[in-house]
């Protein structure tokens, strides 16, 4: 029987404080969602005591309906994926999602093709975060969404050996067409950042929200995320309803201030490097 809901979590890096510029995208803004590793692994052992089933991959979907099973998701493909999670993943026995930016692959701070190699033969689940991380996703064209998906695919395919079928989102910034388009990419599980439970379908593909882990989540907000307790996904809710308001209302200032923020991270990007 198929599910109608998943409880998915968002993560980024896992870096110590100081140095929040040795794994993923360098800026100050990318920093507030990379996590100490002590931290994550309170995380890890919080989620550990509250849910019911392992964290479990995404493709399991369709299989059984397993109402508290948790999918936990890591965006960016910076190199603390390798470094710093997929040890502790299995150690617990459980599965990650691993979205990697295929215009970083290989560059400073990003994953190498070895390593991402190396987290599916670990029996993880690596998918696309887009080619060059746009961060207003929902602004590119049609023609720029399907060459973000299809060239981002298409290069991981190539690394892993295997057809590619799931990603996330850059930014946060979802729209239908990106999903549209994500699907004709051959994407069939699409992971954007909107804090909800619920799945929907657009074309062949499955949309799922998640919840975000930023540096300053505790370990029992993450663990009663995961674990389904409403008081914290209701937060999550509220707080992202907010930012969809303010956009609306703030109009063209909402998105000049957005645009500057945007200038200063393209200017950080790994391809600068
Ligand atoms: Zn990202």
């Not at 980024?12 to 100050?28: I, K, L, N, T, Y």
């Not at 991981?156 to 990603?167: D, F, H, Q, R």
């Not at 599980?189 to 909800?196: A, D, G, I, R």
């Amino acid at each position: 029987m198929a599910r109608t809901q998943a409880l998915s979590l968002m993560y980024h890096d896992v870096v110590d404080g100081r140095e929040h510029q040795g794994s993923g995208f360098p800026s100050s803004d990318a920093a507030i969602y990379k996590v100490e590793p002590l931290l994550f692994a309170a995380h890890m052992r919080a989620i550990a005591q509250a849910v019911s089933e392992k964290p479990s991959s995404v493709f399991a979907l369709d299989q059984v309906e397993r109402r508290n099973s948790v999918f936990l998701t890591f965006d960016d493909g910076g190199v603390s994926a390798y470094s710093r999670v997929v040890d502790l993943l299995d150690s617990l026995g459980w599965v990650g999602h691993f979205f990697v930016t295929t215009g970083c692959i290989g560059h400073k701070s990003f994953m190498s093709r070895q390593q991402i190699r190396e987290l599916v033969r670990r029996g993880h689940v690596v998918g696309s975060h887009s080619h060059t991380h746009p961060l207003m996703m929902a602004n590119c064209s049609p023609e720029e969404l399907r060459t973000e998906w299809q060239s981002s695919v298409d290069i991981l395919s190539e690394i892993i050996g295997a057809p590619v079928k799931v990603a996330s989102v850059p930014g946060g910034y979802y729209s239908k067409q990106v999903a549209e388009t994500a699907s004709l990419a051959g994407i069939e599980v699409l992971f954007n950042s909107e804090p909800t439970t619920a799945i929907h379908r657009v074309g062949q593909c499955l949309v799922l929200g998640r919840y975000g882990i930023q540096q300053t989540t505790s370990a029992g907000v993450a663990a009663s995320l995961a674990a389904g307790y409403g008081v914290s996904r209701i937060g999550q809710g509220v707080l992202w309803n907010l930012k969809k308001s303010l956009k609306c209302i703030g109009g063209e200032h909402y998105l000049t201030v957005r645009r500057m923020v945007i200038e200063k991270i393209r200017a950080a990007r790994c391809d600068r490097e």
